[in-house]
């Protein structure tokens, strides 16, 4: 059984900071593209970031610049910096695990964790 467990949202004010954190469960995390998404009110989630296997990243163009997601395998945890935050980056983020090492793979299944609330607000 995989678990994935988020933590890091809050409110903060534009131009702040926050880090998001996703511990997983399950063994074998090292080998898994894992990657961080949001839904903000009325939208479709949409992938925000995300890493593979081999530690190569990939980012939504409204963020790149200003995220940096990163993985510690030891700790089976992966990480999401966000800096320079704006008032549309108000959202639920969600950790996914894929079920292989790359980016395809959190596309076509994967297991979700229960999101964290994001609000970018003055």
């Known amino acids: 059984q995989v678990q994935l467990v988020e933590s890091g949202g809050d409110l903060v004010q534009p131009g702040g900071s926050l880090r998001l954190s996703c511990a997983a469960s399950?063994?074998?995390?090292?080998?898994?593209?894992m990657g961080w998404y949001r839904q903000a009110p009325g939208k479709q989630r949409e992938l925000v970031a995300a890493?593979?296997?081999?530690?190569?990243?990939k980012y939504a163009d409204s963020v790149k610049g200003r995220f940096t997601i990163s993985r510690d395998n030891a700790k089976s945890t992966v990480h999401l910096q966000m800096n320079s935050l704006k008032p549309e980056d108000t959202a639920v983020y969600y950790c996914?695990?894929?079920?292989?090492?790359?980016?395809?793979?959190?596309?076509?299944?994967?297991?979700w964790g229960q999101g964290t609330q994001v609000t970018v607000s003055s």
């Open positions: 996914k695990r894929g079920n292989s090492g790359t980016y395809y793979s959190l596309e076509i299944g994967g297991y």
């Open positions: 399950g063994s074998g995390f090292s080998v898994y593209a």
């Open positions: 890493v593979s296997s081999g530690g190569s990243t």
